[in-house]
C-alpha cells in the first residue's frame, strides 16, 4: 500500500516514488465533509451542525482539499498563514516536520484530479478567533486509495478571514478500505 501524508495538510506521496514534503509516508481522505459551522462550541459536521458556514474554518479546509485536487498550489498559499507548519505525527509517536509552503510546492506539481484527498465525520470546535478542524481523510492518487487517518488542523480568525496557522495529521495503520473514525 502506498502511504501519504497531508499532517493536517502536509500531503506526501511516497510509495509511489513522489517527493514528500518532510517524510515518504502518508495520508488521505474519503466521504464528504458536508456543511458545518460552527459559533463559541463545538459542531459535527459529520452530524450536521454550523462550523462557519461558506467563509469559516471548514470552507477555508475544504478549499485546501480542492486546490489539491486541482493541483493548485497558488490557492493554497492564500489560505494558510505565512510560516504555518505542517506535521506528521509517527506510529513510533516521532513528529516529522514540515511546512504548508513545501506542500503547496507539491501540489503545484500534481495534475489536476491525481490527488484527492476526502475528508468525512469532520469535527470543528470555535471558541472566538480560534478554531480546530478534526478531519479524518482517506486519500486516492491516481483514483487508487493510498492511504487514510485524521488531520488536525489550527485556524486563527484574522482581518482577512480564518486562516489555517498549523496542521498535523497521524497515518492509519489498519485497513484503509474500513477506517472510519467517530468524531
Known amino acids: ?49 454550523d462550523a462557519g458556514g461558506t467563509d469559516g474554518p471548514l470552507a477555508v479546509v475544504t478549499a485546501l482539499f480542492d486546490a489539491m485536487r486541482a493541483g493548485d498550489g497558488a490557492a493554497v498559499r492564500p489560505l494558510v498563514m505565512e510560516g504555518a507548519s505542517l506535521n506528521r505525527v509517527m506510529a513510533d509517536g516521532r513528529r516529522r516536520a514540515g511546512s504548508f509552503e513545501t506542500w503547496a510546492n507539491w501540489v503545484d506539481r500534481q495534475d489536476a484530479g491525481a490527488a484527492d484527498e476526502r475528508i468525512f465525520n469532520v469535527r470543528v470546535d470555535r471558541f472566538g478567533p480560534l478554531a480546530s478542524v478534526w478531519a479524518p481523510f482517506k486519500l486516492y492518487f491516481n483514483g ?11 485556524l486563527n480568525e484574522t482581518d482577512a478571514g480564518w486562516r489555517i496557522v498549523h496542521g498535523i495529521d497521524t497515518p492509519h495503520a489498519g485497513d484503509c478500505a474500513t477506517f472510519n473514525p467517530d468524531p
Open 144 to 154: 487508487e486509495l493510498a492511504t487514510c487517518g485524521v488531520n488536525h488542523f489550527i
Open 1 to 49: 500500500m502506498m502511504r501519504c501524508v497531508i499532517a493536517a495538510g502536509m500531503l506526501c506521496i511516497a510509495a509511489a516514488g513522489l517527493p514528500t514534503p518532510a517524510a515518504s509516508d502518508g495520508s488521505a481522505g474519503d466521504g464528504s465533509a458536508g456543511d458545518a459551522s460552527a459559533k463559541d462550541g463545538a459542531a459535527d459536521v459529520g452530524q450536521g451542525g
